[in-house]
């Protein structure tokens, strides 16, 4: 099942790992995500729109766009 979701923040991106976090505004939860989900390379303080993907540890962002 996905989500759509708008307009939000990378708060975390290890870019040695390849991985991060996005923070919802809505209700201040950090959704992980990997930056081969993205469609363009990504940092912290990016805007950002995603889908959310349930996984078997929890919610994941995908299809990952940056916002300019």
């Given at each position: 099942h ?7 923040f990378?708060?975390?991106f ?8 996005i923070?919802?505004d ?13 469609d363009?390379?990504?940092k ?5 729109s ?8 929890g919610?994941s ?7 300019k």
């Amino acid at each position: 099942h996905i989500n759509v979701i708008f307009f939000f923040f990378i708060v975390t991106f290890l870019s040695d790992k390849g991985f991060g976090f996005i923070t919802e505004d809505n209700n201040k939860e950090n959704v992980f995500f990997h930056g081969n989900n993205a469609d363009q390379p990504l940092k912290k303080g990016n805007r950002v729109s995603f889908e959310k993907e349930k996984s078997p540890k929890g919610f994941s962002a995908v299809n990952i766009t940056l916002i300019k």
